[in-house]
Nanobody, 124 residues
Framework: VQLQASGGGLVQAGGSRTLSCAAS????????MAWHRQAPGKEREFVAA???????TYGDSVKGRFTVSRDNPKNTVYLQMDNLEPEDTAIYYC???????????????????WGQGTLVTVSS
C-alpha cells in the first residue's frame, strides 16, 4: 500500500485546515487508516484513525477539534482540523493497517505502511 499525504501549510491559531491521504495499491485489505503527528523534539503521537466502515477513534489532545473521515471510492482519508493551536504544529503522517485488526493505536509498530508526511505550522 502506498500513501500520499497532502494539505499541510501555514495557518493561524484558531483556524482550520484539512489534510488528505490518498491510498493506492492493495487497498482492499486495509482495516484501519490513521493519522499521527510528530513535533520537533517530540515522539510521534497518535491523532485519529478510521475503519473502512467509518468507525473512528481519536487521541485525547485532538478530541472535539479534529474529525477524521473517509471517501472509500476515492481511497482517501481526510483529517479536518479546527480550532488549531500552536501546539498542533507538527509533521502529520498517514498510516495504514491491513489484513488484521489493531490493538494499540498509539504504537507506530502496529502500522504496515506510512506516507511521507505533510507539515502543518500553526502561528500564534
Amino acid at each position: 500500500v502506498q500513501l500520499q499525504a497532502s494539505g499541510g501549510g501555514l495557518v493561524q491559531a484558531g483556524g482550520s485546515r484539512t489534510l488528505s491521504c490518498a491510498a493506492s495499491g492493495d487497498i482492499a485489505e486495509i482495516t484501519w487508516m490513521a493519522w499521527h503527528r510528530q513535533a520537533p523534539g517530540k515522539e510521534r503521537e497518535f491523532v485519529a484513525a478510521i475503519t473502512s466502515g467509518g468507525r473512528t477513534t481519536y487521541g485525547d489532545s485532538v478530541k472535539g477539534r479534529f474529525t477524521v473521515s473517509r471517501d472509500n471510492p476515492k481511497n482517501t482519508v481526510y483529517l479536518q482540523m479546527d480550532n488549531l493551536e500552536p501546539e498542533d504544529t507538527a509533521i502529520y503522517y498517514c498510516a495504514a493497517v491491513w489484513g488484521r485488526p489493531i490493538s494499540t493505536f498509539s504504537d507506530p509498530g502496529q502500522y504496515n505502511d506510512w506516507g511521507q508526511g505533510t507539515l502543518v505550522t500553526v502561528s500564534s
